[in-house]
């Protein structure tokens, strides 16, 4: 099963898909996608560590999806934006070169995961704030919203959060 979680900063996304996970099993995994990229960040993730106790078992991988074996397992990946950015990032800000990279990363991800597999996607809205004020931004918010859709297509369940609340939308 493959479930989509979305929704604005801080809108609940990390702990719904976490509660989410422990209800589907009593040893999830998590899919770590984030480059430490400062001091800041870096106290973000150890809050994030901080909330998972001794069930969970962390796993980093910060571009290839496909390399993790996710098979049988519940995983929760937080999050599409960070992975998306290490791409970004890497390739100079060449969207196309993003796009078909990291759709091909998630086909192939999908393609892995069995039966019993509990793939628990997180990513941001980004689209819905404020307008990018420099063109490589405004790329990216494109190149968010096309991978968001494409994850929404193939996810079994999506789900909206606002203010800590969730909406189901599939």
């Not at 689209?127 to 931004?137: K, L, Y």
């Not at 859709?149 to 800590?164: D, E, L």
């Amino acid at each position: 099963m493959i479930y989509y979680i979305t929704g604005g900063e801080r809108s609940g996304k990390s702990r719904y898909a976490q509660e989410l996970a422990e209800q589907l099993s009593e040893s999830p995994y998590y899919l770590a996608t984030s480059r430490i990229w400062d001091d800041d960040f870096k106290k973000r993730v150890d809050r994030h560590l901080a909330d998972r106790d001794e069930r969970w078992t962390t796993i980093e991988e910060e571009k290839y999806l496909s390399k993790v074996d996710i098979s049988n397992k519940t995983i929760v990946m937080d999050c599409v934006t960070l992975w998306l950015t290490n791409w970004y990032a890497d390739s100079k800000n060449d969207i196309s070169y993003c796009l078909e990279s990291c759709k091909k990363e998630l086909e192939i991800t999908f393609q892995n995961a069995s039966d019993e597999t509990n793939l628990i996607i997180i990513s941001n809205e980004i689209g819905m704030g404020i307008h990018a004020q420099t063109a490589v931004a405004r790329k990216f918010t494109e190149l968010q919203g096309w991978i968001n859709q494409f994850i929404a297509k193939n996810a079994h369940k999506a789900t909206f959060m606002v203010s800590g609340l969730s909406i189901e939308l599939k």
